[in-house]
């Protein structure tokens, strides 16, 4: 086989491999993005097609009262080209929320679609994190910390208790007790003590004003019946 023949078969075998490339992108559909970026530029096209009729209904309009009555079939006409324009219209606006209700749904799917692929690449890496746990081994790691908790506790409680000898708390309290009562007779043998002496008599020349005194008052009684 001459070098042209196998060129030819060559380019004959690359082109046949792009048109089935092509085939099969065309077999299986657009992506959602694609459909969902086609529908956007027509409902820009829609959108402004709707803006031109609408303007050229106000012409229509305008060109319509200009001739009136005087040139009425001119009028005529341009009143038929606004209800042309009118059901055009009207065509637009329904064909516009068919569009908006299939992109809306698209885009939808399509964020679903997103979701439960993240939601399913979760679960796998979920899958794959238990895979490497085996219960029986995190059961013995918690009896491990467990004991460990036990066995710090127990060693605070060993460092926080006091050291060096234990006294029994009730002796020390009856010792006390012993040292009040001591201390309440010291302060009883304190206080002054009651004279064994005698007070002393009322003195000589008190007691002979007194006799006077009594003396006087026995004259006075004296006279007293006397005079009756």
Do not use: C
């Amino acid at each position: 086989m001459s070098k042209i023949s196998k060129l030819f078969k060559g380019s004959s075998s690359s082109n046949s491999s792009s048109s089935s490339k092509s085939k099969h992108r065309s077999r299986g559909g657009p992506s959602p993005q694609e459909a969902i970026h086609k529908l956007r530029e027509t409902e820009e096209m829609l959108t402004k097609k709707q803006a031109y009729l609408e303007q050229r209904i106000q012409q229509e309009i305008a060109t319509a009262k200009k001739h009136g009555t005087k040139n009425k079939k001119a009028a005529l006409q341009a009143l038929k080209r606004k209800k042309r324009y009118e059901q055009q219209l009207t065509q637009i606006d329904g064909t516009l929320s068919t569009i908006e209700f299939q992109r809306e749904a698209l885009e939808n799917s399509h964020t679903n679609t997103e979701v439960l692929k993240n939601m399913g690449y979760a679960a796998q890496a979920m899958k794959k994190v238990h895979e490497s746990l085996d219960i029986n081994n995190i059961e013995d790691m918690m009896l491990d910390i467990g004991e460990q908790q036990d066995l710090a506790k127990e060693i605070s409680e060993a460092i926080s208790g006091p050291i060096g000898e234990a006294f029994d708390e009730d002796e020390l309290l009856a010792e006390l007790a012993e040292l009040e009562e001591e201390e309440l007779e010291d302060a009883m043998g304190e206080l002054p003590s009651v004279p064994a002496s005698k007070l002393p008599s009322a003195r000589p020349g008190q007691r002979t004003s007194s006799r006077r005194k009594v003396e006087e008052e026995d004259d006075m009684r004296m006279l007293a019946s006397w005079g009756t």
